[in-house]
């Protein structure tokens, strides 16, 4: 899944926390599958001639670099500001993704050039996967797809390449500060790079038919599952038949 519309972390860190890590540990060990299954489509996607690597490794050192500086950061932004802001940007993104007519496997016209694209885009995107994760693979493909006019398969193959690059840049900070959990992040990333493999090879064989109906569905249910944390502002508001209903489904 995270190969083809991004979201692993959906199912990942919950599943940390249910097996007793910490809020930390559990986002520490998860850079480490996370990194290696973006390595593993990044590799699949350059092999078919999906990357253009003269412009992308310029972004990659900027979302390299965005990661660390979000790792820093994490004990100084406030988590209700993630915590508030981050649903309703997924959310966003899934209406986007659903009624957008321009979602489509060819390129479109750029909005912007690539120069401007590379101070702003992946330094906004990685800082925030540095600094937390969840919908990273989103954002990145949404910048792609609205800002440079990539395909949707183009922009998955390049989302995958920056995701690696904020993913490695944050997890060299929480490897250094010993968060990371190693015999769990490596068995994890084991297991990451075969799906990884197996998910990349239908994105570029089904394109859109497949790319599309995911992000749809990882933006609108990571959305629901960050506002049905019990901490989350947003989730005061929603009546409690419906949080009793949602949390069945999670």
């Not at 310029?58 to 100084?76: D, Y």
């Not at 993104?93 to 885009?121: C, N, P, Q």
């Not at 995958?160 to 190693?182: F, H, I, P």
């Amino acid at each position: 899944m995270d190969s083809i519309a991004g979201g692993g972390g959906l199912l990942t860190v919950p599943a940390l926390l249910l097996a007793g890590m910490s809020p930390a540990g559990a986002i520490a060990t998860n850079k480490v599958q996370g990194a290696v299954a973006a390595a593993s489509a990044t590799y699949t996607f350059g092999r078919r001639g999906m990357i253009e690597w003269r412009k992308a490794w310029a972004f990659t050192g900027v979302a390299f670099v965005s990661g660390i500086a979000g790792a820093l950061c994490v004990r100084f932004l406030p988590q209700a500001v993630l915590q508030t802001l981050i649903p309703v940007l997924l959310i966003a993104i899934a209406l986007y993704f659903a009624l957008s007519r321009k979602m489509k496997d060819e390129d479109a016209h750029a909005r912007m050039t690539a120069l401007a694209f590379g101070v702003t885009a992946p330094v906004a995107v990685g800082f925030y996967d540095g600094i937390f994760g969840p919908g990273a693979g989103s954002f990145y493909m949404l910048a792609f797809v609205t800002l440079l006019g990539y395909g949707v398969v183009r922009a998955t193959a390049h989302t995958k390449l920056l995701n690696l690059a904020s993913n490695l840049g944050s997890l060299l900070l929480y490897a250094a500060t010993g968060a990371v959990v190693w015999p769990v992040g490596l068995v994890m990333a084991g297991a990451s790079f075969l799906g990884a493999q197996v998910g990349s090879r239908l994105a570029m064989r089904l394109g859109s038919r497949i790319i599309r109906p995911l992000l749809v569905l990882v933006s609108a249910a990571m959305a629901l599952r960050l506002l049905l944390d019990p901490a989350n502002p947003w989730r005061h508001l929603l009546p409690e038949g419906i949080v009793r209903g949602l949390q069945a489904l999670f």
